[in-house]
């Protein structure tokens, strides 16, 4: 009964995208800007043997990981290898500044047009991050440059078309934030991620051809079943606060006292965290190269390896802060706790003031925690199951990629059913 109401809701979803046009408008705008930056994606910077680039990302799986937030640009050295990372690195380091340096915090609070005026200045953040990366990864390539191909020249123009690369990918997200359907930013990543899935499929078969366990390849198609319906349910999870509003008179009318709830949600940033671990698990890999101490090259190629102890030890670590420093940014007690008393509401049991700021932050704290758990478990189970079963085909994908793929067509559902619901209402009136 449940999978047929499912299949219901997704028939009823796709029929609202053609029926409806302001829903089918965004959705063909984003459409648009995707099969640009798709078509973007295969347009190589000159001057590289591209052959060995690609086979360099298909042998290493951190690289491979980092490969899929491009949707393979990177392996392919295109205008867009560096993809929409810069800007993500720009506003990790804008939102910790707002938390180091008050006066930037005021200037996000003071509404529309301080938001604007912090948005340009992580815009700015992200091209002078872009032309940083965008010399590594250049000075990087360097072994695969051309036998006929100045290294200054190329030099060059592949910062500038790197740079340049990246600042239209950070304008395509926010294109689609703006006028399309969903986050930009997560829709770019989640762009990739699908463009990269047919190579993961091809290399499974690949590997089953060549003698691999059909066992293993079962238990890993079952595992990922059962992390989708568990990312599902943990996504939508949430813990509902009671809420009761007293008596209250507002000029002759008399309102009478209601109880409601205040749904907390168990992971408050959504994929956001996870994102941000990944995206600043990759800034070694940039820089341990031009390492030529040979002790430390050694570890850092025995250890930070995507199966590494040390890597996913990081990565949980890097999950965790995250969790916390999203909800920390995201939510906060006191004003909810302030809002709760301005409506002459309290919390069912708890007195208003202090206690209710203090059983918020307990509410809060708890959530959080298990929610980190969660993803970390999330980072870590495909990974043993790989090394467990020895289908290492899927390894580069991870559990990052299946909780952003799912956390984002969940969030662009809501979306849509969020202007299907407005739509209903502004017909109404």
């Known amino acids: 009964m ?3 109401c ?18 089918r408008d965004k959705v063909i705008y984003s459409l648009v800007i995707l099969f640009i930056y798709r078509l973007g994606s295969h347009i190589p910077i000159p001057g590289v043997n591209i052959d060995q680039i690609s086979e360099l990302f298909t042998n290493n799986n951190v690289l491979g990981f980092v490969n899929l937030f491009s949707g393979g640009a990177l392996s392919r050295f295109s205008v867009f290898a560096l993809g929409i990372l810069p800007y993500i690195n720009a506003s990790i380091i804008m939102q910790l ?4 340096w008050p ?3 005021e200037i996000a609070e003071e509404g529309e047009a301080g938001r604007k005026q912090v948005a340009q200045y992580t815009r700015y953040l992200a091209v002078i991050l872009s032309i940083v990366q965008a010399f590594v990864m250049t000075l990087s390539f360097k072994g695969f440059l051309l036998d006929d191909i100045n290294f200054f020249f190329f030099l060059c123009y592949s910062v500038a078309c790197l740079t340049a690369g990246a600042a239209l990918v950070m304008w395509f997200g926010e294109l689609i934030s703006e006028n399309g359907i969903g986050n930009g930013a997560s829709v770019l990543i989640f762009i990739g991620i699908i463009a990269q899935m047919p190579l993961y499929i091809s290399n499974t078969i690949l590997l089953l051809k060549s003698g691999a366990s059909q066992a293993g390849v079962i238990i890993l198609i079952v595992m990922f079943i059962v992390m989708i319906a568990a990312i599902v349910y943990v996504q939508e999870a949430e813990r509902k606060i009671p809420v009761q509003y007293a008596k209250r008179v507002v000029g002759r009318k008399i309102y009478g006292a209601q109880s409601t709830y205040i749904p907390l949600r168990l992971i408050q940033g959504g994929v956001m965290p996870i994102i941000f671990a990944s995206a600043v698990l990759q800034f070694p890999l940039l820089f341990i190269q031009y390492v030529t101490y040979e002790p430390i090259s050694l570890f850092f190629n025995t250890y930070y390896r995507y199966d590494g102890v040390l890597y996913n030890m990081f990565f949980c670590i890097l999950i965790f802060f995250f969790t916390y420093f999203y909800t920390a940014i995201t939510f906060n007690p006191e004003d909810l706790a302030e809002n709760i008393r301005k409506h002459g509401g309290f919390i069912t049991g708890v007195r208003p003031g202090k206690s209710t700021v203090d059983y918020l932050e307990k509410i809060i704290t708890t959530l959080t925690f298990i929610g980190a758990i969660f ?5 870590l189970i495909p990974i043993v199951t790989a090394n467990a079963t020895q289908i290492t085909s899927f390894m580069g994908l991870g559990g990052t990629a299946l909780l952003i793929l799912v956390g984002v067509a969940m969030d662009l559902v809501k979306q849509v059913d969020t202007l299907v619901i407005s739509q209903q209402y502004d017909t109404l009136k």
């Open 375 to 379: 993803l970390a478990i999330v980072a």
């Open 2 to 4: 449940g999978t047929f």
């Open 6 to 23: 499912l299949l219901i809701h997704n028939m009823t979803f796709l029929t609202n995208i053609f029926r409806i046009k302001e829903i």
């Open 103 to 105: 006066s930037l915090k």
């Open 97 to 100: 500044l707002m938390v180091i």
